[in-house]
């Protein structure tokens, strides 16, 4: 079974791929409308309100926690610790 290389997202169905494209390595959510995968600060940004959104942590709070996560995943190692 395939993770998203972006969020660790589990990728079980092809409709949970990038354009239901099961040879990505990324999934739907951190595709553009165009299909290619989104920047980093773009998955930041989109982690972060998500998190604000489901644990009601305030943004800075919010924006830390994205990071953490980002940074165990295959896309983002070693990218985060240069960010902060
Ligand atoms: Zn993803």
Redesign the pocket.
Known sequence: MKS??????P?TRPEQF?MGDVSKD??????RPDGSMQSYEE?LLSMAAFIVKTQGFDEQAAAASAKEMMARLPAWKGRASHET
């Open positions: 998203c290389i972006s969020c660790g997202m990728m990038a990324y999934c739907v959510h951190c595709a998955k």
